[in-house]
């Protein structure tokens, strides 16, 4: 199943739901600094969203690389 859902004002959400979860974000403001996650478990997914909801800064993207993707 896939889903697209706008998560603020400048970033959408793009996930596609399996066995394990692949996700991108992308912020309009730098859209060349996507944000990409594969492999997730629900409770990370939901974890990753949440913390980019609440950094809506740019930098934001960069954070949730840093703690998601290692």
Partial sequence: MKSTFN???FRT???EFGVTISMVSVDSRVPEN???ATGL???EYNECVEFLREH???FGMNM???K???
């Fill in 41 to 43: 478990k629900l409770e």
């Fill in 34 to 36: 996507s944000f990409k």
């Fill in 7 to 9: 998560l603020s004002e």
């Fill in 64 to 66: 949730a690389r840093e």
């Fill in 13 to 15: 959400v793009e996930a």
């Fill in 56 to 58: 809506g800064h740019i």
């Fill in 68 to 70: 998601f993707c290692k």
